[in-house]
């Protein structure tokens, strides 16, 4: 069963195949109606769901089965006797719809799914019949399908009742062994439509352990990643005879992975849903039948982008990236041949040139001029600067973009301190371009693998895809979701605070707060007042209406008094990462894209560090990894925010900061100097490791302030 490792599992069911396939040789070929597949008992739960349509081509008894799945099976009980044929249950719900009276439909719904005797008595096509073959399930699989597509359009009464059954069938204790009718209940009980799924698979969740959720989920992983990439290939029959193993299992998980959304706060978190051997397969022919075939019946897993990492995810959105960028550059190319022009290798660069003094501006009209080029490799030249951008430019470009548009005194956007995020001014201005260039400089890093120390809340990147794809018509509104107190929490927790205690507040709302639906907002120095609603001024704040009042507030607060400059940012980022790819984003993944990741690997990055001027084995280094690995977790974060200028991990790890220890030709009794525009940390040789613990923590501890180097 399930408390089996995943290996055993599969070992099992390839040697029932090979032993079927060895059977079929000596039987021949004779052709069978299309039955449900009821496996023995025993072993059932070890192998793949087989559905209604699965075809047996030979006919089989129980004893061609191998010997570990011919334990004997107990006495079946004996059912009720049930009479009702499909043209009754046809009748009595024509009956139902004309009359409005669901009486007897309910009846017949909540008896047959009261128990697995039940089910058995109303679907088993001969109650006296074992049923002892493979080839024959017993089920009267036309009778399960009506009652089933029928439930759709019954009363919610009768729906629930259903649901209810179908739950404490699955969930039920058993103490003995299971018999054959059990299992054809089981096999009755997982046909519910996909539609009803949802509403099993959460109360199902609701009832067991996390660490069991854990496994099952773990287990349907290891099936996939087994069936990819097999141990022993010989074991599993031919891909050719087996394709609807991996879709079949993405489905079930699929189920699990939406309940578990569901669910607040989830079970498990999203990442453990990611499959990691999904990183080795040919990801951009995934990406491409999905993009010819969308979520038609041909098979891809982007279809399930819950299951693809955030890594292989950067890898589709890249290479999506450099295959537009090429494309771009060579239609570029062609305009130049066709104009007899000669050809410019700096046309398959965005070449921005920029002033320091004019960053922010030069930055605005260089990218306004160059909307043609944003999908190509950036290039950055610092006017009458010397020097070729072999990525340090670049990344200084970015850094010092960031610090000054960021800036408390530039307007732009607030800083809550006690959400320790920025978020967007809500003061109005004629021109809101900046706010693109914001947006265009996140899709800018996310194309060109430059991680931003930005700090703005989920919510923002759940209203950056809101939505994934840029509408073609401009009067749709964007970058408006649905936004919750709990998002306003993340940005203003004490304002999240006072509205939640005016949501339990027990006594009267109306004469002890005096407030209305209008709301006020200090721009530049003056008090301005907005209406939530119609006359909100004028309808005052009671118990019975409260909710709504914080509702409009925190839509208000979060989409409605920032919307120009939310779409300008909007705009921004959707002007470089146009691309279908973003439908597989998560907005918690988005995040990491451009911000990184804040799960912090020490022993990783010592790894991966390159070092010149010393060896790994120098006493300076090795007093260096001491010290830091003995690090607290916020000096760490100090120290990976001195080096990079970020405390956060790129996508793809430590290892892709390229991180390098240089040796510093200076005194001792100098502090530690970072480059952080190469990732690159000059550490003076010292004596011993006290000293070197003390210089490390002055220099990371007041390094905000001095600029880059």
């Known amino acids: 069963g399930l408390e089996e490792g995943a ?18 040789e000596g039987i021949g070929n004779r052709n069978s109606p299309t039955q449900l597949v009821i496996p023995n008992i025993k072993n059932g739960r070890e192998l793949p ?17 191998p010997q570990e799945l011919k334990a004997p099976f107990p006495p079946e009980p004996s059912l009720p006797i049930r009479t009702k044929t499909v043209k009754d249950f046809q009748d009595d719900m024509e009956k139902s719809k004309a009359s409005g009276d669901w009486k007897a439909v309910h009846n017949f719904y909540s008896t047959t799914f009261d128990s697995f005797l039940e089910i058995n008595a109303a679907f088993k096509k001969d109650t006296n019949s074992p049923f002892n073959t493979i080839e024959d399930s017993g089920i009267d699989a ?41 299992l054809r209940a089981y096999c009755i009980l997982l046909q519910v439509r996909k539609i009803q799924y949802f509403y099993v698979m959460q109360h199902v969740c609701f009832r067991i352990s996390q660490k069991r959720f854990k496994q099952v989920v773990d287990r349907l992983l290891q099936f996939i990643s087994l069936r990819l990439f ?46 990691s051997t999904l990183d080795h397969i040919d990801l951009m022919e995934e990406y491409h039948n999905w993009q010819c075939y969308g979520n038609s019946h041909r098979f891809s897993f982007c279809q399930y982008p819950f299951i693809i990492s955030i890594a292989a995810k950067k890898v589709i959105i890249q290479r999506d990236s450099e295959q537009q960028m090429i494309s771009i550059a060579r239609q570029s190319l062609v305009d130049k041949v066709s104009r007899r022009q000669k050809p410019d290798m700096n ?62 005194d530039y307007g732009m956007f607030t800083y809550h301190k006690d959400s320790q995020c920025h978020w967007f001014s809500s003061f109005k201005c004629d021109n809101y371009s900046e706010f693109r260039l914001v947006g265009a400089l996140m899709g800018l890093a996310v194309y060109n693998s430059i991680t931003l120390d930005i700090r703005f809340p989920p919510c923002c990147y759940k209203k950056l895809l809101s939505p994934p794809i840029v509408p073609c018509d401009h009067n749709t509104l964007v970058g408006i979701c649905g936004v919750t107190l709990d998002d306003l929490c993340q940005v203003m927790p004490e304002l999240a605070h006072g509205l939640s205690e005016l949501l339990s507040y027990e006594g009267n709302v109306e004469e002890d707060f005096y407030s209305t639906f209008q709301v006020f907002q200090e721009e530049f120095g003056v008090i301005k007042s907005y209406n939530l609603k119609p006359n909100g001024d004028k309808i005052p704040v009671t118990n019975r209406n409260r909710k709504e009042y914080v ?24 002007s470089v990462c146009a691309s279908y790819a973003l439908l597989l984003l998560r907005p918690e993944e988005v995040e990491i894209l451009v911000c990184g990741s804040p799960e912090l690997d020490m022993s990783a990055l010592q790894r991966s560090t390159q070092y010149e001027g010393y060896q790994k084995t120098d006493l300076t280094i090795r007093y260096f990894w001491d010290v830091v690995l003995g690090f607290s977790l916020d000096l760490q974060k100090k120290l990976l925010h001195f080096a990079t200028g970020s405390d956060r991990v790129p996508v793809g790890g430590m290892a892709d900061l390229n991180f390098k220890i240089s040796k510093s030709e200076t005194s001792t009794n100098w502090l530690p100097v970072a480059h952080t525009c190469f990732n690159q940390l000059c550490l003076p040789p010292y004596k011993n490791k006290k000293e070197l613990k003390q210089k490390l923590i002055i220099g990371i501890s007041n390094a905000e302030g001095f600029g880059l180097e």
């Not at 009768?158 to 054959?180: A, D, H, M």
């Not at 290939?233 to 489905?251: Q, R």
Request: with cysteine; glycine share 4%.
């Open 142 to 182: 036309n009778f399960v399908n009506v009652v089933y597509d029928a439930l759709l359009n019954t009363p919610q009464d009768v729906q629930k009742s259903v649901l209810k059954g179908i739950i404490n069938g699955l969930l039920q204790e058993w103490t003995g062994p299971r018999t054959k009718d059990d």
């Open 7 to 24: 290996k055993n599992q599969i070992s099992t069911f390839s040697n029932f195949i090979t032993t079927i396939n060895q059977k079929k």
């Open 347 to 408: 046309m398959l660069f965005l070449n921005v040139k920029v002033r320091r003094t004019h960053l922010v501006s030069d930055s605005l009209d260089e990218l306004a001029r160059k909307k043609a080029d944003l999908k190509k490799k950036l290039k950055v030249t610092f006017v009458g600067e010397a020097g070729l951008d072999m990525g340090g430019l670049t990344k200084e470009w970015f850094l010092l973009l960031i610090r000054q548009i960021f800036h408390p």
């Open 49 to 65: 769901p087989l559905c209604l349509d699965v075809r047996q081509k030979q006919r089989m008894s129980m004893d061609t089965l």
């Open 551 to 574: 509702q409009l507030y925190v839509d208000f607060l979060l989409n409605k008094s920032i919307y120009k400059q939310f779409a300008a940012f909007y705009y921004g980022f959707h």
């Open 230 to 275: 097999p141990a022993k290939p010989e074991e599993f029959p031919p891909m050719v005879k087996c394709t609807w193993w991996i879709p079949s299992a993405t489905k079930v998980l699929a189920l699990f992975n939406a309940a578990n959304s569901l669910i607040s706060p989830p079970i498990i978190s999203y990442t453990d849903f990611y499959n």
